[in-house]
Antibody
Framework: QLQLQESGPGLVKPSETLSLTCTVSGGSITNSRYFWGWIRQPPGKGLEWIGSIYYSGTIYYNPSLKSRITLSVDTSKNQFSLKLRSVTAADTAVYYC????????WGLGTLVTVSS | DIQMTQSPSAMSASVGDRVTITCRASQDIGNYLAWFQQKPGKVPKRLIYASSSLQSGVPSRFSGSGSGTEFTLTISSLQPEDFATYYCLQHNSYPSTFGQGTRLEIK
């Protein structure tokens, strides 16, 4: 059974960089059928698509975040990662990692709070 | 970006009711639409993909329809466990975009 697990700091200071990693188990991140991606949800609000990455390096970003985000893949560890620079309180959210553009599998999510 | 407009944003209904939620796209997205259910504090769960294909394990009382710019999610007979927030997602073109959500509450 495929599982995705987010990891990273739960608290980030304003203006710093949020870094999260998603570890995939029960399947290979190099499966040619799938993109891997990130979704976030601010407390009490709706879902926002952040971006998707293919294991070979093709990446799609949400234009609203494009200037601040970097997605990467580490096939040797079966992981993919998100970096979001220059964070503000508006970036406080639960961050989910997902499989496929249709979001068929989700991690449990991790709450990242931006606060000094 | 393609805008997804869900309606209603909130509704109340009773167990056994038939419920329909609508999602309208700002441009043609074919059938590249999925529906998700999210309960408080839980991970969103995919119910429907490709507009009308039922996710394995999802009860048959859930159905989806539509193509182009107008889509519906129907729950044929509401059960207590169906009270949740529902989101549509278009993935026809990047960036993928969600509807704002429909909160379904008990009447």
């Amino acid at each position: 059974q495929l599982q995705l697990q987010e990891s990273g700091p739960g608290l980030v200071k304003p203006s710093e960089t949020l870094s999260l990693t998603c570890t995939v188990s029960g399947g290979s991140i190099t499966n040619s059928r799938y993109f891997w991606g990130w979704i976030r949800q601010p407390p009490g609000k709706g879902l926002e698509w952040i971006g998707s990455i293919y294991y070979s390096g093709t990446i799609y970003y949400n234009p609203s975040l494009k200037s601040r985000i970097t997605l990467s893949v580490d096939t040797s560890k079966n992981q993919f990662s998100l970096k979001l620079r220059s964070v503000t309180a508006a970036d406080t959210a639960v961050y989910y990692c997902t499989r496929d553009i249709t979001l068929d599998y989700w991690g449990l999510g991790t709450l990242v709070t931006v606060s000094s | 970006d393609i805008q997804m407009t869900q309606s209603p944003s909130a509704m109340s209904a009773s167990v056994g009711d038939r419920v329909t939620i609508t999602c309208r796209a700002s441009q043609d997205i074919g059938n590249y639409l999925a529906w998700f259910q999210q309960k408080p504090g839980k991970v969103p769960k995919r119910l429907i993909y490709a507009s009308s294909s039922l996710q394995s394990g999802v009860p048959s009382r859930f159905s989806g329809s539509g193509s182009g710019t107008e889509f519906t999610l129907t729950i044929s007979s509401l059960q207590p466990e169906d009270f949740a927030t529902y989101y549509c997602l278009q993935h026809n073109s990047y960036p993928s975009t969600f509807g704002q959500g429909t909160r379904l509450e008990i009447k």
